[in-house]
């Protein structure tokens, strides 16, 4: 049996399932896995097609619905997490479109954290109410609000992040996955901020793991990807056929990016993550800084949970408040910080390499109403960073340009 051929043996480590597990060789015998671009596939026959299109036989048929390359990626996601079954999308909020498309009806009911990412509770809040699925946003970490909030026989899906865009708040995921099976739902969880190489929530009872794959999973800024992890049955009975038919796919080129960056996931994170902890432990002793929100931190209202769920580590995003007296002299102030960086990068993505800032309740929240932003915490003077792999002290001295000086 040459090399190319053999199927890994079971019980490897995360890091190494993270370089190998891909699709088998081709018979060149590539050490880097390929990057099949190709829209269409020859069949060995007319009935062959006629299986594989009826999906009752494995192989490629067309490229909306698969792609060994894509395979490659979603094999190697789903190992990292634990999973039977990975389906990858081509961003992360069109891999919560899917779950959302393929799990819910109108008349269903979803509970949220009111803490994630603006534009799922946009897309779950106001476009989804469309079409009549309900919904409830809760605070992420009270567990009583979210058993409150559940609607026996309606409610299908429990869906949080941890840690949240942008104030890292915490939730407890083996409790709200006992919840959601205890009334007959699922339990997902966004794990873009903490990744598998610190958190896997299927571990803790999650049913479902989505994946924003433009952060952490590609790690240098590069392409646009998304993932469910979930059961094989879920996968294909679920998720497959909204793919098939809305078209969300993943381009073969983004999955290889996204695939070589998995390989080196394990040790960004944990660089990032450190690098982090030491700026949020300067950024708290900082005169100019109110209040730092950061799950490595003691100070952080989670940290004992974060820790025991993130593998001890508080991930590689924080975010800050500037010292303001009121909503309108803060949000002066943080422009103000922001404007004054040098090198750091001013951008609303994460997980690069290169450590970028934002002002959330001008970007990545500010489609939300006031009250929306209220209810997440986002204030005026909040400013997220997504720490990158540059030396501590020079991330520190750019923004104390801006910390030092600060405008009354």
Known sequence: MSPQDRELPAGLHPETEAVRRATARSQYGE????????????????????????????????????????????????????????????????????????????????????SMFGSTIKLIGSDLAKFGVESSFVPQTDVAAWKAAVRPGTTRLLFAETPTNPLTEVCDIAALSELAHENGALMAVDNCFATPALQRPMAMGADIVMHSGTKYLDGQGRVMAGA??????????????????????????????VLKGLETLDIRMKAQAAKALALARWLEAHPGVGRVYYPGLASHPQHDLAMAQQSGSGGAVLSFDVKASDPEQARRRAFHVLDAMQWLSLATNLGDTKTMCAHPASTSHGRLT????????????????????????DVAADLDRGLSSLPA
């Open 31 to 114: 050490n880097s896995e390929a990057l099949y671009l190709t829209s269409g596939y020859v069949q060995p026959s007319a009935e062959a097609a006629a299986r594989r299109f009826a999906g009752d036989e494995e192989g490629f048929t067309y490229g909306r619905y698969g792609n060994p390359t894509v395979a490659s990626f979603e094999q190697r996601l789903a190992a990292l997490e634990g999973a039977e079954a990975c389906m990858s999308t081509a961003s992360g909020m069109s891999a919560i479109l899917m779950m959302c498309m393929g799990l819910l009806k109108a008349g269903d009911h979803v509970v949220c954290s009111q």
């Open 228 to 257: 469910l992890c979930a059961s094989q049955k879920m996968v294909t009975e679920k998720f497959l056929p909204v793919l098939k038919s809305a078209g969300m796919t993943l381009a073969p080129f983004n999955a290889w990016v």
């Open 370 to 393: 006031e009250a929306q932003r209220q209810a997440a915490g986002v204030g005026q003077g909040l400013i997220r960073v997504a720490v990158g792999l540059e030396h501590t002290d």
